[in-house]
């Protein structure tokens, strides 16, 4: 039936005429005004780290595991969760025989997947993603569990687990959120309470809303968790603890004794992870199950609390840094297929001179959506190397010599870019959907399984605009010190400006391109957000919790100001730090890019940057007329800047979005491998439709 079917599309001469006429045209490459490759170097990490993100992509894409990802649009949820499950697995056959041919690489391979969680622009990620492109039940266990041992375990603990969860003797997860609670920690319900006489935990649920629910590869994976629970000891409690449980047998994976444990049914996405709920019914572990790198319990219950009371909080920010990381990448791909989708399809009355229809990304309206979520792509991926170097920096410091100073920034600003990074992308994925039109939808396209695999993100590691509340929390601290005439530290310093002049520069003594005018807009705007929303919260005599309870949208709406201005930043300064790397004329598009983020941010807030003053009328207009000319610019850049992200077509999987740009052949032919064309009847053919249309209606009467 399949056969047929192909046969007769390719018999159909209008359908081959189609297919001529869609790929990109050579000029749409040859149009792009830097080297393309050079860039995409950059962004990969070194020649080094490309060259080997390439070996492993290709071995990968010829090993049989993993080259079925064609159909995996047509899987149930048991075939997505056993397949990727048997592709992860499959990663130790991988790297082996990866070592035969490159033994430096493999080596590098096996630090990154064994070691530590895999992200964006290592060879561990590449490896992964390239392999399945679909989360998997042990995600949580490289990403969480190993982290929370990694950061919160002390030498002797981290000796006993990590080798067991490097060889997946032991595979974890992390249960933190409850049934009933979430974002707030203090909240949760689950006990640990400690029996001198045993030198045992008794954990235990005690109330419906006390069930853990959610956490990924609880359902029928791990046989681990770490349990966040509050702690009593003494009869004392003492606030929230991270617990190593098991919580199924060794032999048979039988839940124990006194736990209930599993699935939490399908998702609106993410349905290859087995996502689950955890009850404890009084169930003891030893008194070393609880992590004691800050925090320690001794034998008879004398409780010793972390140096910093947030201490634990490294791993929470470990995982929302990679959270950013993972929001570029997600970015790129959704733009990688709408952008080049545009330009191979056409769509308009034909040009009476060449017959030829308009390519989507000629249209403006299309430009200015797809163009900006270019440039937020590329400003996460700059952002998530800030990131990192400043969790790196942190670690660094608070094990060498004890000092969690950096901690509040670190936290503050991880959270808000979680919340930032991970809501314009997800709102980013279905905006390139939508330029896509009808062809958008079809799950070959894509975009289905990216947005709903990728849609979590807003709402797992804390719900957004609480997150934006906990940064808030560190820009009243700023502007308070701010308000004493001395200058915050870190990322916030910019709240002390003496003298600063209250009209924009942007259009008067500098190019409104200008990236340090531009930078200075979005300081200026976040500076009086924090001071407005500190001021009524003086005026009103609120204190603590009150401040933000009441007027939590101004804060949320400073928080996410001040976050703009950490992704701006990192995107100028990580353009900077490629000037060694780069020719100038990829400089100079990677400028019109951030110039095109902070001008396209500017004219979607204009309310607030005109608000007081700091744009006039004049400027405002200058604004747009600016973006509008950096949008023509631009677009002959398109389609090379997107190549530059260096995404395979094995990894994108989607008929809109391959290299070659051959969109309806690649459409044409997907629909013929569908399990539903199998046969030339539908489901219940025999039962319901044969009976009726056996019937006969006779010739209509026309």
Not at 20 to 42: K, Q
Not at 281 to 309: E, I, N
Not at 504 to 516: F, W
Request: hydrophobic share 40%; net charge positive.
């Amino acid at each position: 039936m399949r056969r047929a079917l192909r046969s007769a599309g390719r018999a159909c001469g209008g359908v081959q005429c189609l297919f001529a006429d869609t790929a990109p045209a050579p000029s749409e490459r040859a149009g792009a005004s830097f080297d393309v490759r050079a860039l995409t170097v950059l962004l990969a990490g070194g020649e080094e780290a490309w060259a080997l993100r390439q070996r492993v992509t290709e071995s990968v894409q010829a090993d049989p595991l993993y080259a079925q990802k064609a159909g995996k649009y047509e899987w149930t949820r048991a075939q997505l969760y056993e397949r990727t499950l048997d592709q992860y697995l499959g990663m130790t056959r991988k790297v082996m025989s990866l070592k035969e041919k490159d033994p430096l690489a493999a080596g590098k391979i096996v630090r990154e997947l064994l070691v530590r969680p895999p992200t964006p622009g290592l060879v561990s990620h590449v490896l992964l993603t390239a392999a399945q492109d679909e989360p998997c039940g042990l995600d949580l266990h490289v990403g969480m569990f190993i982290p929370t041992l990694q950061g919160q375990g002390d030498a002797e603990q981290q000796k006993a687990w990590l080798p067991l969860c490097y060889n997946l003797s032991i595979i974890g997860t992390y249960a933190q959120t409850e049934l009933g609670h979430g974002t707030y920690l203090r909240g949760l319900e689950t006990t640990a309470t400690y029996d001198p006489t045993t030198q045992e935990f008794v954990i235990h649920s005690p109330t419906l809303t006390s069930t853990k629910w959610w956490p990924g590869g609880l359902g029928k994976t791990a046989n681990h968790v770490i349990c966040m629970a509050r702690l009593v000891s003494q009869g004392v409690e003492r606030g929230p603890h991270a617990f190593v449980v098991r919580i199924r047998d060794a032999q048979t994976h039988a839940p124990l004794a006194g736990v209930v444990v599993g699935d939490i049914g399908s998702k609106m996405g993410y349905n290859a992870v087995d996502n689950g709920f955890l009850r404890f019914d009084h169930f003891r572990v030893p008194r070393r199950a609880m992590l004691m790198r800050h925090a320690k319990v001794d034998p008879d219950g004398s409780y010793h609390p972390p140096p910093v009371a947030k201490a634990a909080y490294g791993t929470m920010v470990f995982v929302r840094a990679d959270i950013v990381q993972n929001a570029a990448l997600f970015l790129k791909k959704a733009v990688t297929i709408a952008v080049r989708y545009s330009v191979a399809r056409r769509q308009s009355s034909a040009d009476e001179r060449t017959g030829v229809e308009l390519q989507v990304l000629d249209y403006a309206h299309t430009q200015r959506t797809l163009l900006p979520l270019l440039a937020t792509a590329y400003a996460f991926h700059f952002t998530a190397a800030h990131m990192r170097a400043m969790y790196v920096a942190y670690e660094r410091e608070s094990r060498k010599s004890g000092d969690f100073s950096a901690l509040p920034e670190l936290h503050a600003t991880s959270s808000g870019l979680k919340a930032l990074c991970s809501s314009r992308t997800k709102d980013g994925i279905e905006a390139c959907r939508l330029e896509c039109g009808g062809h958008g939808f079809m799950a070959s396209a894509g975009f289905t399984g990216t947005l709903g695999n990728y849609a979590p993100n807003v709402t797992y590691e804390g719900e957004n605009n609480v997150l934006l509340l906990q940064t808030a929390r560190y820009l009243l601290k700023a502007a308070a010190t701010a308000a004493k005439g001395a200058t915050p530290t870190g990322g916030a310093a910019y709240m002390q400006r003496r003298g600063a002049p209250l009209r924009s520069p942007l259009g008067a003594t500098a190019d409104p391109r200008d990236a340090a005018a531009l930078l200075d807009a979005y300081r200026h705007r976040a500076a009086r957000l924090v001071a407005e929303a500190a001021s009524a919260a003086q005026e009103s005599g609120a204190r603590g919790e009150d401040t933000f309870a009441r007027d939590q949208l101004a804060w949320i709406k400073a928080a996410k100001a001040h976050c703009a201005c950490v992704v701006l930043l990192a995107f100028t300064d990580g353009i900077a730090q490629a000037a060694a790397q780069l020719a100038p004329p990829a400089l100079a598009v990677l400028r019109r890019l951030a110039a095109l983020l902070a001008l396209s941010g500017i004219d979607e807030e204009m309310g607030d940057f005109v608000e007081d003053g700091h744009l006039d009328a004049a400027q405002a207009r200058l604004v747009r007329l600016t973006l509008r000319q950096l949008l023509f610019e631009l677009r002959p850049e398109a389609v090379g800047l997107v190549d530059a992200f260096g995404l395979s077509d094995f990894f994108l999987n989607s008929t809109l979005g391959a290299h070659d740009g051959d969109v309806y052949t690649r459409l044409f032919d997907a629909v013929q491998d569908m399990p539903f064309n199998e046969k030339r009847t539908g489901p219940g053919y025999e039962r319901l439709l044969q009976p009726r249309l056996a019937k006969g209606f006779g010739k209509p009467k026309l």
